[in-house]
């Protein structure tokens, strides 16, 4: 049984850094970083493969890093130059098979979650 938890959101103004942490336990093929902000469906942000291979929605690249610490089964967001826009709930996801990478950014994709971290950013 895979368990994750989240941890590091907070409130941030437009230009600041968070980093969300996400505690994993369990075998995991495939970690995920999902945001959901009111009223909008949760979005795919970053994900990371056993491959080492990183995959980014395309409002987050080059501000957003996703990694991971094997030794500690510990998952990592590093946000930098946060916007407004990216206020939400931020949830990490894990997978225990493969996924072709056009579908790694897909929620139903995934068949565990945390219970989520909230981050808000202030312009």
């Given at each position: 049984q895979v368990q994750l938890v989240e941890s590091g959101g907070g409130s941030v103004q437009a230009g600041?850094?968070?980093?969300?942490s996400c505690a994993v336990s369990g075998y995991t093929y495939i970690l995920a970083?999902?945001?959901q902000a009111p009223g909008k469906e949760r979005e795919g942000v970053a994900v990371i493969g056993n491959?080492?291979?990183t995959n980014y929605v395309d409002s987050v690249k080059g501000r957003f890093t996703i990694s991971q610490d094997n030794a500690k089964n510990t998952l990592y967001l590093q946000m930098n130059s946060l916007k407004s826009e990216d206020t939400g709930m931020y949830y990490c996801a894990a997978g225990t098979m493969y996924l072709a990478w056009w579908a790694r950014l897909r929620p139903s994709k995934y068949n565990y979650w945390g219970q989520g971290t909230q981050v808000?950013?202030?312009s």
């Open positions: 600041g850094s968070l980093r969300l970083w999902f945001r491959d080492g291979n808000t950013v202030s």
